[in-house]
Nanobody
Framework: QVQLVESGGGLVQPGGSLGLSCAASGIIFRLAAMAWYRQAPEKQRELVAVIRSGGIINYADSVKGRFTISRDNSKNTVYLQMNSLKPEDTAVYYC??????????WGQGTQVTVSS
């Protein structure tokens, strides 16, 4: 049984920082491409950042230079460090795992709200 459990969301002021974690179980974590997506109200879910099994990283243009994705294969965990947060970063953030030749797996989501 695959489980992705996100943590670390919350309320932060504009310009602040927040870190998200996603602990995975039930998959061969080191082989998975791990990603963070987000979905704001009335908007489509969008890719924020992805880190592949080989370590290649891609970011959405909107978060480049502000967000950092990383992974710890020994802990089966992927992280998203978010700095210089803006109100438009407000969304539910979802962890995603993609293994070669299989369906994608999703976490339950964690709310991030950037507001003064």
């Amino acid at each position: 049984q695959v489980q992705l459990v996100e943590s670390g969301g919350g309320l932060v002021q504009p310009g602040g920082s927040l870190g998200l974690s996603c602990a995975a179980s039930g998959i061969i974590f080191r082989l998975a491409a791990m990603a963070w997506y987000r979905q704001a109200p009335e908007k489509q879910r969008e890719l924020v950042a992805v880190i592949r099994s080989g370590g290649i990283i891609n970011y959405a243009d909107s978060v480049k230079g502000r967000f950092t994705i990383s992974r710890d294969n020994s802990k089966n965990t992927v992280y998203l460090q978010m700095n210089s947060l803006k109100p438009e970063d407000t969304a539910v953030y979802y962890c995603n795992a993609q293994l070669p030749g299989t369906v994608a797996f999703w976490g339950q989501g964690t709310q991030v709200t950037v507001s003064s």
